[in-house]
């Protein structure tokens, strides 16, 4: 089992980068908190909607708004487990996200690649899948695989369950996914339980997570409910990355775009600690600005190192593991 590199810790060694002070970070949760009181978020799905209800949230079925009350969302932060161990297919690269601790991951859901023998770029397919499984597994440098690649070369609406075929067998390491919606999700816990030996041999080692996005602003559709309840039901941790582009999707200011996307993260933590308590989450985020030259998200900004780093604070005010993007 791994136990990466502190940063940031009370120590001789390690690397802090704060970028909001205590005050700010109070400052951020309490409208955060205001936010999902009274705003509310947009919640697709009948089944979320009665977890929310059955919880103690105001649910408006005729609009789909749900507001929440401020002790629901603290008591989910609280039962959130600090530390999500990520197993992998060989116990040597067990992976522990807990605090302080910094990993490395690739970037995913590339939709392209340069062929290697032709030197042209090209659509990915399933083979590319496996093979950037196989670089990955190679790097020493990578704790974990995100699947990188998307398969176009297979039926669409199986594609996901091709793509988890692809990275279960050319991996050792952990493996990150989107899920697509509840029913692949189940699909995709079957497939893993029967490369760890049964379900509850997979619920005791967990080799796969999952990743869901809210759409900004504060907004979490159907198939991200159902990502987020199935997670908790199977003991898979799900990480709930918001994607918001400041100056688009969220408040042009990065304090304002930090309070939606807080909000819509946690809407999604509390979602699935009503579900079941005390199951693996990870905050997450891809938020950046957007270029407002071009209408699309700058990656590698400034803008982007500041809200990431802002994140990783948040997560470790509220005791949560993180995974944010990077250049």
């Known amino acids: ?41 947009f919640v697709e ?3 979320a909607l009665a977890i929310f209800s059955d919880g103690g949230a105001r649910v408006d079925r005729s609009t789909g708004t749900v507001r929440i009350p401020a002790h629901l969302v603290e008591d989910a932060i609280r039962s959130a487990p600090p530390k999500v161990v990520l197993c992998g297919r060989d116990p040597a690269n067990d992976v522990v996200l807990e605090a302080g601790r910094v990993g490395f991951t690739n970037f995913g859901e590339g939709t392209q690649v340069i062929d290697l023998q032709t030197g042209e770029l090209r659509d990915s397919t399933k083979a590319d899948v496996a093979d950037s499984a196989r670089l990955v597994d190679a790097l020493p440098e990578l704790d974990v695989y995100e699947r990188a690649v998307a398969a176009h070369d297979v039926p ?10 692809m990275w279960f067998t050319n991996t050792s390491k952990h493996g990150f996914m989107g899920s697509q919606d509840g029913f692949i999700s189940k699909q995709l816990f079957a497939m893993a339980a029967a490369i760890a030996g049964g379900e509850e041999a997979l619920r005791a080692r967990p080799l796969i997570s999952w990743i869901t996005c809210p759409v900004s602003p504060l907004k979490l559709v159907r ?43 946690l809407a999604g933590i509390t979602l699935n600690q009503l579900t079941e308590r005390g199951s693996p989450v990870i905050y997450g985020s891809s938020t950046t600005a957007m270029d407002l030259r071009l209408a699309a998200a700058s990656v590698g900004t400034p803008e982007c190192a500041l809200i990431s780093a802002a994140v990783a604070q948040l997560a470790r005010h509220y005791l949560l593991p993180s995974w944010v993007a990077g250049a």
């Open 1 to 41: 089992m791994k136990r990466n590199p502190q940063a940031g810790m009370l120590r001789n060694a390690g690397l802090s980068f704060s970028v909001l002070t205590p005050d700010e970070v109070t400052d951020i949760h309490l409208a955060t908190l205001e936010v999902l009181e009274r705003t509310g978020i």
């Open 156 to 165: 669409q609406d199986s594609a996901t369950l091709h793509q988890a075929e």
């Open 45 to 47: 799905g009948e089944d």
């Open 223 to 265: 198939e991200s409910c159902e990502i987020i309840v199935e997670a908790a039901r199977h003991g898979v941790a799900v990480n709930i990355l918001s994607m918001a582009m400041a100056g688009g999707s969220s408040p042009v200011t990065l304090a304002g775009t930090l309070v939606t996307h807080n909000a819509e993260v």
